[in-house]
Nanobody
Framework: QVQLVESGGGSVQAGGSLTLSCVAS????????MGWDRQAPGKQHELVAT???????NYTDSVKGRFTISRDNAKNTVYLQMDNIKPEDTGRYYC???????????????????WGKGILVTVSS
């Protein structure tokens, strides 16, 4: 129903910047909150940042002041601007969206969370 595709990952040196993008597509009626999660090697899955449909944002403490999440509702796209990147930011970043899908002639589905396949970010010191 809803597909999320991330782009913009790669390798960067500590102190540098990187911008991740994620486009949602498919049978979408509406998208509520969007966000980014990450999975670092040997660590638990972590919610990095979230942005609601009215642009309210929330960040995990470790990225506050360094990462900025934004979205373009017309393009069903969410971005993560990562500045002053640190080696501990290394991990696989997953786009997340809470969306209502269209079930064809059956109407609308319930709001569900969807995730992309993830994109790798590697930060070297």
């Amino acid at each position: 129903q809803v597909q999320l595709v991330e782009s913009g990952g790669g390798s960067v040196q500590a102190g540098g910047s990187l911008t991740l993008s994620c486009v949602a597509s498919g049978s979408i009626f509406s998208i509520n909150a969007m966000g980014w999660d990450r999975q670092a090697p040997g660590k638990q899955h972590e919610l990095v940042a979230t942005i609601t449909s009215d642009a309210s944002t929330n960040y995990t403490d470790s990225v506050k002041g360094r990462f900025t999440i934004s979205r373009d509702n017309a393009k069903n796209t969410v971005y993560l601007q990562m500045d002053n990147i640190k080696p501990e930011d290394t991990g696989r970043y997953y786009c997340r969206a809470n969306a209502v899908g269209i079930l064809g002639p059956y109407g609308l589905g319930s709001p569900m969370n969807y995730w992309g396949k993830g994109i790798l970010v590697t930060v070297s010191s």
